[in-house]
């Protein structure tokens, strides 16, 4: 029974990084619906952004949330900007093109500046183990079911009470009506790249303080994809739950059949889970009236 508690106390710490990376995926994709694919090094970047913050300022976790986010945002901010909006008006497909480029560049630029050798980051969190019952957590682990929680409900209060979250919202059910109605689809894109990229800035942080900050963070990217697909692709709350899912999946198939099916355990699951509800556990049906 033990055993049990702990492979799921590990899914769940691994499956509240998952979350928020896909919550960043499913963000953009409810306000412009492409997928951003660069949105595993947009992690990884941030993520290197604060540990060099940290290496110039001795910063406790909240403090170093405080001053990363905002600069997360902007880089968010600077990346649509260049990259996203002359694309407007092209196909899909183009766009998404354009984010994998991005990705590739960004992981060029990080590994120029930080090199290629994985760092050890605590994020200004103790490593001093905290036993909940019959299962130990570091700190982090805790803070990062925390913060997943945390998002949750910000992401909610954001798209059911806010003006902006109202129109993302609007945009995401009908882009020509919204922009009839007046709603700027240029700001409303600006603004999901933005808050994206600040949830990429919490889930870099706690995941490099949980794993290691090292190059090949952009791949948890990959690793989120299921997340976001079982959840949902325009739901939220909906990746949220679905990295916690996987996670507790993909340890359970570690712990009871072996380290290789890991790696395809989520997958197995989206496979199942998509031949009964193609739209995932939490996203919106599709109706076309013909």
């Not at 947009?42 to 976790?61: N, R, W």
């Not at 995401?172 to 922009?179: C, G, I, P, V």
């Not at 739901?235 to 890991?262: K, M």
């Amino acid at each position: 029974m033990d055993f049990l508690l702990l492979l799921i106390s590990a899914g769940l710490v691994s499956g509240a990084a998952y979350g928020m990376i896909a919550m960043g995926f499913a963000l953009i994709y409810k306000a412009t619906g492409v997928v951003n694919f660069a949105q595993g090094e947009l992690v990884m970047l941030t993520a290197y952004v604060a540990f060099s913050i940290a290496g110039a300022v001795d910063l406790g976790f909240w403090s170093l949330l405080a001053v990363t986010v905002p600069i997360a945002m902007a880089i968010g901010l600077t990346l649509e900007r260049i990259f996203i909006r002359p694309m407007l008006g092209e196909p899909a497909f183009a766009i998404v093109m354009v984010t994998i480029g991005l990705a590739v560049i960004l992981r060029g630029v990080t590994i120029m500046i930080w090199g290629p050798d994985p760092l050890d980051f605590a994020a200004g969190l103790s490593r001093e183990v905290i036993t909940l019952g019959p299962i130990p957590f570091y700190p982090a682990q805790l803070y990062a079911i925390g913060c997943l929680a945390i998002l949750v409900g910000l992401a909610y209060g954001f798209l059911r009470y806010t003006r902006v979250g109202i129109a993302m919202r609007a945009v995401a059910a009908n882009e020509t009506a919204a922009l009839l109605m007046g709603v700027s689809v240029k700001r409303i894109h600006a603004v999901a790249w933005s808050l994206s990229s600040a949830i990429a800035a919490v889930a870099g942080i706690l995941f490099a303080a949980n794993f290691k900050l090292g190059p090949d963070m952009w791949f948890q990217g990959l690793r989120s994809f299921p997340a976001l697909i079982l959840g949902g692709l325009d739901s939220l709350i909906g990746a949220a739950i679905g990295g916690l899912i996987i996670g507790v999946v993909e340890t359970l198939a570690q712990g009871y059949l072996g380290q290789g099916l890991r790696e395809i355990a989520g997958f197995v699951v989206i496979v199942v889970i998509l031949m009964v509800r193609p739209y995932g556990l939490f996203g919106a049906r599709d109706i076309e009236r013909v």
